[in-house]
């Protein structure tokens, strides 16, 4: 039995970071397990300027702990009315990494989304012409289409019409969720990638609704039936070089959480490592965490690997049930439960 595993430093290719006070509670937690993080942009209002990605970016760095060494990769929130030429100067000068593409009213703080991807053709173009990786929230938002559906259903009606339209775009589906999300990204182009979040390969849907509805399990897209899980442990572990970690974490206060119509996130960056080495050390994979956490996704952007590693060993942790940092009180994914990986100090 392995007890301790050391791999290059690894990387979070999509946080939601938040601003404020929230944005200070949960800053450290990234930074102290991350070099680097592809920013969501779905503030109000969203970042869809380089100018404001700027700022954004010295905010972010100004809640960084001292003694920590962690870089925010910003993007751009497309809005229908998306500035080809603002978004590409942006990434000339090394302020956007990516372009995120939010269905409009798919998920949290996608009001100001795209509501047809005909009207960003010009900004796609520009970024395939650039290099420039497009992020994309795959959920159709066509009430009509049941829930579980709205992922598998986008990969019909968008996403394959636009890899075939724009094959030199590269594309990461976020946060995939289903069996579906695997089997398009295992047969599309190396253009194609996708990031799975943790919770992802730890729940299914069953998890919401356990002795009575449990908000911390909610997020978006909502986890699927087990077989979509056991497809995504199978990517993760699959040694692909289209599939990395992104965790998705999604802070929201708990009064947000736990209400009539509570907000969909789940807050996992205090114990993201931990939760995805359990996954892996549980699938016998421990082998193939470095490829996943630290070697793909810089490989499909085009950055440099980072220097140093970090070490997780074997070691029994408790969770708590409830994290008050900075006047945030927020709950962490697994928040109660053990966990049987730590980061070694
Ligand atoms: N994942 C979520 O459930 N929520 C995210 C938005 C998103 O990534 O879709 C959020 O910003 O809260
Ligand atoms: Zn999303
Ligand atoms: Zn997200």
Redesign the pocket.
């Known amino acids: 039995m392995t007890d301790q595993i050391t791999i290059r430093r690894p990387d979070d290719w999509?946080v939601?970071l938040r601003d404020g006070d929230i944005m200070r509670a949960v800053v450290p937690y990234t930074a102290a397990q991350f070099a680097r993080a592809i920013v969501?942009p779905?503030l109000s209002p969203p970042v869809t300027t380089s100018a404001m990605a700027a700022d954004y970016r010295v905010r972010i760095l100004a809640a960084v702990p001292e003694g920590l060494d962690f870089t925010p990769l910003m993007t751009c929130y497309l809005t229908d009315a998306a500035d080809a030429d603002d978004i590409a100067a942006g990434f000339a000068q090394g302020i956007f990494t990516a372009a995120k593409l939010y269905p409009a009213n798919a998920?949290t703080g996608s009001a100001h989304g795209v509501t047809d991807v005909t009207k960003i053709m010009p900004a796609l173009e520009k970024m395939a012409s650039i290099g420039m990786p497009l992020l994309i929230?795959g959920e159709v938002t066509d009430s009509e289409v049941d829930i579980f559906d709205r992922e598998a259903v986008f990969i019909d009606r968008i996403l394959s019409g636009l890899v075939r339209d724009l094959p030199e775009l590269k594309i990461v589906f976020?946060?995939i969720t289903t069996e579906d999300a695997v089997q398009f990204v295992d047969s599309a182009g190396t253009n194609v990638a996708a990031t799975i979040t943790p919770q992802h390969l730890h729940i299914n849907r069953n998890a919401i609704f356990a002795g009575g509805i449990r908000p911390h399990a909610y997020c978006l897209p909502v986890a699927k039936r087990e077989k979509h899980r056991l497809a995504l442990r199978k990517a993760a572990i699959s040694g692909s070089v289209k599939y990395f970690l992104g965790t998705?974490s999604?802070p929201h206060e708990i009064h947000a959480k736990e209400s009539a119509c509570g907000c969909a996130?789940i807050f996992n960056a205090p114990y993201a490592m931990e939760s995805y080495a359990a996954v892996f050390d549980e699938e016998g994979a421990l082998d193939k965490l470095d490829g996943f956490a630290s070697l793909h996704g810089p490989q499909f952007y085009g950055l440099p690997l980072n220097k140093g590693t970090i070490t997780l060993e074997r070691k029994a942790i408790t969770v708590p049930e409830k994290l008050k940092t900075g006047g945030a009180s927020l709950v962490p994914f697994h928040g109660g439960d053990q966990l049987v990986w730590q980061i070694a100090k």
């Open positions: 999509h939601h969501m779905n998920t929230h976020e946060h998705d999604a996130g």
